[in-house]
């Protein structure tokens, strides 16, 4: 799987706050305790990350994106460019947090690894990241768009959205104790044109179809999907299921 996605900070916040305005459900799950050691995987520009602060938390932010981690970092905090499939931290933390990330992250037997390495013993991996059948609208209009222009190959679709049960699995198979997985389907209201989320998660998609072929390309895409995400006031909806889950480490 291949990624052409980069994350503009000023662009992600324009586009994408609702991201981490969604995430309090997790915040919740997660239960955070003043004084606790928590890791927040692929935490963005750090928004939720912060948030974990204020609640009393000493907070280690990590993300593949060397510019959301300058994000992060200018609002004061502790964050680190660094692969979620290669963690390397041992032993070091009560707790590891992720939102809206994992499913960027193709290789999910590796994540566990590290986030079980991570973690103390009896410590806890609370998650929500997209589940199986996520933006399904979205990924079908994208792909016979360009299935239509011969542009379509295996690995434009960077995004891994796995079921509950096969999630568990591989829980389980790493030594968690899986307290609660769900996969809750959402319906998210877009804070402006569709337009503005594909330019923001799916650079995958649009960057195969060359830059002067591009707007007829989206406009395609767009009425591909407007039967189903866009209403009759031209408010848009996307199609997300969201898998949320906690799980303790064993042993
Ligand atoms: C998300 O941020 O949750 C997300 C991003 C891309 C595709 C689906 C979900």
């Given at each position: 799987?291949?990624?052409?996605?980069?994350?503009?900070?000023e662009r992600?916040?324009?586009?994408?706050?609702?991201?981490?305005?969604?995430?309090?459900?997790?915040v919740?799950?997660?239960?955070?305790?003043?004084g606790?050691?928590?890791?927040?995987l692929?935490?963005?520009?750090?928004?939720?990350?912060?948030?974990?602060?204020d609640?009393?938390?000493?907070v280690?932010?990590?993300?593949?994106?060397?510019?959301?981690?300058?994000?992060?970092?200018?609002?004061?905090?502790?964050?680190?460019?660094?692969?979620?499939?290669?963690?390397?931290?041992?032993?070091?933390?009560d707790?590891?947090?992720?939102?809206?990330?994992?499913?960027?992250?193709?290789?999910?037997?590796?994540?566990?690894?590290?986030?079980?390495?991570a973690?103390?013993?009896?410590g806890?991996?609370?998650?929500?990241?997209?589940?199986?059948?996520?933006?399904?609208?979205?990924?079908?209009?994208?792909?016979?768009?360009?299935?239509?222009?011969?542009?379509?190959?295996?690995?434009?679709?960077p995004?891994?959205?796995?079921?509950?049960?096969?999630?568990?699995?591989?829980?389980i198979?790493?030594?968690?104790?899986?307290k609660?997985?769900?996969?809750?389907?959402?319906?998210t209201?877009?804070?402006?044109?569709i337009?503005?989320?594909?330019?923001?998660?799916?650079e995958?998609?649009?960057?195969?179809v060359?830059e002067?072929?591009?707007?007829?390309?989206?406009?395609?895409?767009?009425?591909?999907?407007?039967?189903?995400?866009?209403?009759?006031?031209?408010?848009?909806?996307?199609d997300?299921?969201r898998?949320?889950?906690?799980a303790?480490k064993?042993?």
């Amino acid at each position: 799987m291949s990624t052409s996605q980069s994350w503009d900070p000023e662009r992600y916040a324009r586009n994408a706050r609702f991201v981490a305005d969604l995430g309090m459900p997790v915040v919740e799950l997660l239960e955070p305790q003043p004084g606790e050691c928590i890791l927040d995987l692929g935490c963005g520009d750090g928004a939720l990350t912060a948030k974990l602060v204020d609640m009393g938390c000493s907070v280690v932010g990590v993300d593949s994106s060397a510019e959301q981690i300058e994000a992060a970092r200018q609002i004061g905090l502790d964050a680190h460019v660094m692969d979620g499939h290669r963690l390397t931290f041992e032993d070091e933390f009560d707790a590891v947090f992720s939102n809206a990330a994992l499913h960027w992250m193709g290789h999910p037997d590796e994540v566990i690894a590290g986030v079980r390495r991570a973690l103390k013993p009896g410590g806890r991996f609370v998650a929500e990241c997209g589940g199986h059948g996520c933006v399904d609208t979205i990924v079908r209009a994208l792909t016979e768009a360009l299935k239509r222009r011969g542009l379509w190959a295996d690995g434009i679709n960077p995004w891994y959205f796995p079921t509950d049960e096969e999630y568990r699995e591989r829980l389980i198979r790493q030594g968690f104790d899986v307290k609660y997985i769900a996969l809750i389907p959402r319906p998210t209201p877009l804070p402006g044109d569709i337009g503005g989320w594909l330019e923001t998660f799916a650079e995958n998609f649009t960057s195969r179809v060359p830059e002067a072929e591009r707007p007829a390309f989206l406009e395609e895409v767009r009425e591909a999907m407007r039967p189903k995400l866009c209403d009759a006031e031209g408010a848009w909806t996307a199609d997300y299921i969201r898998l949320r889950f906690k799980a303790v480490k064993e042993g």
